[in-house]
């Protein structure tokens, strides 16, 4: 049994294919998905579509990419994160990759969820690119270690995986560590051990290998453990079990069923 840790199946592409992308998530044994909320317009969408289906969970947070849209507060996103289905705080977070300038309204929207997520005894989704050390700062600084959390699409170095996992925090691997150009970042696969880690697709996004180029979609997860069973050199049984064992003990609003 697989469980997809972090997708957007709520996007119109995957959406409006639904039943062909629930069909593949039960012929290769994806039990759960943990569809991730980026705005807070489109919610409603993922808490219909968890309230829906049992095996599928939501989160509530606007992601750091998004500008020029209205900041959520502490008090909506805890009273937002209040529903049976609801099982985390963002995806929150600091992309200096994709964004430049001045980025204070950025690393204010992620104190904000982290506020949220303490206050809501929820764990957080952090998205961190080209952030190392501003994301560590304002989790330390803002006790992110009372929520707890994920650092999802980890692809940064060990060094910020050490210190994110000694606040609490797993690393989410996707199929970005089946890329013929991440030698780096398998290195740092090997050396996180398996009880710290969790499997996602980032799905319609980052589609593994074998199907990289294609539209991604839960069911490809197995190949993100593959690929980890091969680096660690281990069975692909022992990173199914661990890694569902791993989610069950963060996202513990979640009845795996």
Not at 32 to 41: E, K, R
Not at 70 to 95: F, Q
Request: hydrophobic share 40%; with cysteine.
């Amino acid at each position: 049994m697989y469980i997809d840790s972090h997708c957007h199946i709520n996007f119109p592409e995957l959406h409006e294919r639904m039943d062909a992308v629930l069909s593949a998530m039960e012929d290769h044994k994806v039990s759960h998905a943990l569809c991730v909320s980026v705005t807070l317009d489109k919610f409603p969408d993922i808490l219909a579509l968890a309230n829906h289906k049992q095996h599928i969970f939501a989160s509530v947070g606007v992601h750091p990419d998004y500008e020029n849209i209205t900041e959520p507060t502490v008090e909506e996103l805890v009273n937002l994160s209040r529903h049976e289905k609801v099982v985390a705080i963002g995806e929150t977070g600091l992309d200096y990759f994709r964004l430049k300038g001045d980025l204070t309204w950025q690393r204010e929207r992620f104190r904000t969820h982290i506020q949220a997520a303490v206050a809501a005894n929820l764990p957080l989704i952090i998205h961190t690119r080209q952030a190392p050390e501003d994301t560590i700062r304002i989790m330390k600084e803002e006790q992110a270690n009372k929520a707890k959390g994920v650092m999802h699409c980890f692809t940064e170095s060990y060094e910020m995986a050490k210190q994110a996992m000694d606040l609490g925090f797993f690393i989410s691997f996707s199929g970005i560590i089946t890329f013929k150009n991440a030698e780096d970042l398998r290195a740092t696969v090997k050396k996180i051990p398996l009880e710290n880690m969790l499997i996602e697709t980032d799905s319609p996004y980052l589609a593994p290998v074998p199907n990289r180029g294609k539209m991604n979609e839960p069911s490809n997860v197995i190949y993100v453990a593959e690929k980890i069973a091969e680096i660690k050199n281990i069975s692909v049984e022992e990173v199914a079990e661990a890694t569902t064992y791993n989610f069950s003990q963060l996202f513990t609003k979640c009845h795996l069923s």
